[in-house]
């Protein structure tokens, strides 16, 4: 169950871009640009900066994830890339269960990061540009609160939105 959605419409090339780009720059360059975002989120599950940087590093190098205790860091390490090559889009209230939009759809990303379905953070959903009318129709007619106006409104600011700027969607569900 989520209680906050977030949308994005991001440029997904420049997100999948950065798997396999085996550029160390942009390590460095990423870690400063979310240092405080990282700090905050090492301290508050106690784990180290350089968990993320050596995560960040896998996916950057394309380097096997083998078994990790910290999958949650990826999820992060999207949302964070979202951020980076995207807009957050404002709305006032959008779902209380992405679920019930989405069903039992598996998480999806704009490039290969480990999914842990244990873990009870984020979820989150990637909507390819030639793909959001298709979903669009689902978020409006799925959900047994679809037909409440508020709803329907923000499902199409949202999708407009992204449509208008010619991007692709990621929802995070927390």
């Known amino acids: 169950m989520s209680s906050e959605v977030i949308a994005y419409a991001v440029d997904r090339k420049k997100i999948k871009e950065i798997y396999a780009c085996k550029d160390k720059n942009f390590i460095s360059d990423f870690m ?21 940087e050596s995560r960040l ?31 957050l889009i404002e ?5 209380c269960y992405l679920e019930d ?8 990303a704009f490039l290969q990061i480990p999914a842990d379905k244990d873990f ?9 540009y030639e793909d ?3 979903l669009r129709e689902i978020f409006l ?5 679809a ?10 600011n949202i999708f407009d939105f992204a449509k208008e700027n010619k991007k692709d969607l990621v929802f995070f569900a927390y």
């Not at 640009?33 to 993320?52: G, H, N, Q, R, Y």
Request: aromatic share 16%; with cysteine.
């Open 120 to 128: 009870e953070g984020a979820d989150y959903y990637s909507i390819a």
């Open 32 to 52: 400063s640009e979310f240092c405080d975002e990282i700090e905050e989120l090492a301290e508050d599950f106690d784990v180290s900066p350089s968990d993320f």
């Open 147 to 156: 037909n409440e106006d508020y709803y329907m409104d923000e499902v199409n």
């Open 57 to 87: 590093d896998l996916i950057v190098n394309a380097k096997p994830y083998g078994e990790d205790d910290n999958v949650w860091i990826y999820n992060s390490l999207y949302e964070m890339f979202c951020q980076k090559y995207g807009e």
């Open 132 to 134: 959001l009318e298709m």
């Open 91 to 95: 709305h006032e209230e959008f779902m």
């Open 141 to 145: 007619t799925k959900p047994s609160y």
């Open 101 to 108: 939009a989405i069903g039992d759809t598996p998480r999806t």
